[in-house]
């Protein structure tokens, strides 16, 4: 028996309780670092098949690694279960989480012979937006003596090379001074209308900005009271660009909107975060073509990608990882469409036959690659 037949064999051993965990994490969401039910159910699996586990790795409570085999390639499979406020799985962690379980025990079964190190590197807080998982974990050096990081995300649709652009998420605080806004208004200073001329300045903005740039944010806090001018108000912003060192000269040019906003006003600004984004993804070309032909292999088809590799999709702290270690992070597809990413309908397709199919197709494929990169490698 090959080793990519014997990888396979293996994962068929343990499907069904991939599958298990996977809608578990689905019915359990939790939010970034607080994903404490997930990241115990993930390393007590990872022990229970041999895993040397590391629990609370790089002084992050619900970060771990878990590794096996000893051969001088050394690939982490990267696993995200954070979920998202309000609409939980949306984002399809709970497939994200069991597919690198299920790559990473496949792949450890012929680790030895193929001359493999499997890490399963569990990577919270994907979500959060800035100073997330990854980007500690990396800081920290977690992917110390890795030579390839991968791992397979849920949409619509499978894209090998999609464009994941950089990211920037900070908190706004607008601070003015309280009064009754009938009798007094004249003494009280508008934080609320801080951020009005703010959102009205980035709105103009937008006619003068890259057409990959985005720039998205809620107010979290817009007042007390009707009849109380606003002493207090806060938002929280995301902004996007192609590069790192595009979002930097965005992030000025936003800045100074909420600036503008407390000097109209006369209110005070402070911007919290920000300081820590998520980098544009840089796709390894090996490693992307060794995993689109296993994937294809496994019956998985790949849209043009003229089409789909050119549209700007999304943000992933996977970006930061990939500036410093070949990596990749195709999206696999679950069949969802007119439901995407970020709304409840994807959540409730994340549990779905299809969606289970993409776990199962996306571990093997990771594995697969894992076995590849082995034998491309020349290590000895």
């Given at each position: 028996?090959?080793?990519k037949a014997?990888a396979?064999e293996?994962?068929?051993?343990?499907?069904?309780?991939l599958i298990?965990?996977s809608?578990?994490?689905?019915?359990?969401?939790e939010?970034?670092?607080e994903?404490?039910?997930?990241?115990?159910?993930?390393?007590?699996?990872?022990?229970?098949?041999g895993?040397?586990?590391?629990?609370?790795?790089?002084?992050?409570?619900?970060?771990?690694?878990?590794?096996?085999?000893?051969?001088?390639?050394?690939?982490?499979?990267c696993?995200?279960?954070?979920?998202?406020?309000g609409?939980?799985h949306?984002c399809?962690h709970?497939?994200?989480?069991?597919?690198?379980l299920?790559?990473?025990?496949?792949?450890?079964?012929?680790?030895?012979?193929?001359?493999?190190?499997?890490?399963v590197?569990g990577?919270?807080?994907e979500e959060v937006?800035?100073a997330s998982g990854?980007?500690?974990?990396?800081?920290?050096?977690a992917?110390a003596?890795?030579?390839?990081?991968m791992m397979?995300?849920p949409?619509?649709?499978?894209v090998?090379?999609?464009?994941?652009?950089?990211?920037?998420?900070?908190?706004?605080?607008?601070?003015g001074?309280?009064?009754?806004a009938?009798?007094?208004p004249?003494?009280?200073?508008?934080a609320?209308?801080?951020?009005?001329?703010?959102?009205?300045?980035?709105?103009?903005?937008?006619?003068?900005?890259?057409?990959?740039?985005?720039?998205?944010?809620?107010v979290?806090?817009?007042?007390?009271?009707?009849?109380?001018?606003?002493?207090?108000t806060?938002?929280?912003y995301?902004?996007r660009s192609?590069?790192?060192e595009?979002?930097?000269?965005?992030?000025g040019?936003?800045?100074?909107?909420?600036?503008?906003?407390a000097?109209?006003?006369?209110?005070?600004?402070?911007i919290?975060?920000?300081d820590?984004p998520y980098a544009?993804m840089?796709?390894?070309?090996?490693?992307?073509?060794?995993y689109?032909r296993?994937?294809e292999?496994?019956?998985?088809?790949?849209?043009?990608?003229?089409?789909?590799e050119?549209?700007?999709?999304?943000?992933?702290?996977?970006?930061?990882?990939?500036l410093?270690v070949?990596?990749?992070?195709?999206?696999i597809?679950?069949?969802?469409?007119p439901?995407?990413?970020?709304?409840?309908?994807?959540?409730?397709?994340?549990?779905t036959p299809?969606?289970?199919?993409?776990?199962?197709d996306?571990?093997?494929?990771?594995?697969?690659?894992?076995?590849?990169?082995?034998?491309?490698?020349?290590?000895?």
């Amino acid at each position: 028996m090959d080793a990519k037949a014997g990888a396979r064999e293996r994962f068929e051993s343990v499907r069904d309780g991939l599958i298990e965990i996977s809608h578990r994490i689905h019915a359990h969401p939790e939010l970034g670092f607080e994903e404490e039910k997930a990241s115990t159910w993930l390393c007590e699996r990872l022990s229970e098949e041999g895993f040397a586990v590391e629990r609370g790795i790089c002084d992050l409570p619900t970060a771990f690694r878990a590794r096996a085999g000893a051969g001088p390639v050394h690939v982490a499979i990267c696993a995200e279960y954070d979920s998202l406020p309000g609409i939980g799985h949306a984002c399809g962690h709970n497939i994200i989480a069991a597919s690198a379980l299920g790559a990473a025990i496949a792949a450890a079964q012929v680790a030895d012979e193929v001359g493999l190190t499997v890490s399963v590197i569990g990577t919270p807080a994907e979500e959060v937006g800035n100073a997330s998982g990854k980007v500690l974990l990396l800081e920290r050096g977690a992917f110390a003596g890795v030579d390839a990081a991968m791992m397979v995300h849920p949409a619509p649709i499978d894209v090998c090379r999609a464009r994941v652009i950089a990211a920037s998420m900070f908190d706004v605080h607008c601070t003015g001074k309280a009064s009754h806004a009938s009798a007094f208004p004249e003494l009280g200073i508008n934080a609320a209308d801080a951020l009005t001329v703010a959102q009205t300045a980035i709105g103009l903005l937008r006619q003068h900005i890259r057409d990959t740039d985005r720039i998205h944010g809620i107010v979290t806090h817009g007042g007390d009271a009707p009849n109380v001018v606003p002493a207090h108000t806060s938002a929280r912003y995301i902004i996007r660009s192609e590069t790192l060192e595009q979002l930097t000269e965005l992030r000025g040019r936003v800045y100074r909107c909420f600036e503008a906003g407390a000097l109209a006003t006369g209110a005070s600004l402070q911007i919290v975060g920000g300081d820590k984004p998520y980098a544009e993804m840089r796709h390894d070309a090996r490693l992307a073509q060794l995993y689109q032909r296993n994937a294809e292999r496994l019956g998985r088809t790949f849209p043009d990608p003229q089409v789909w590799e050119n549209r700007p999709t999304g943000s992933t702290d996977m970006g930061n990882v990939s500036l410093a270690v070949p990596s990749i992070h195709p999206m696999i597809g679950i069949n969802s469409l007119p439901a995407v990413n970020h709304q409840p309908e994807f959540a409730a397709h994340c549990v779905t036959p299809d969606a289970d199919q993409a776990l199962v197709d996306g571990a093997i494929a990771m594995a697969w690659t894992c076995i590849d990169l082995a034998a491309l490698s020349g290590k000895s």
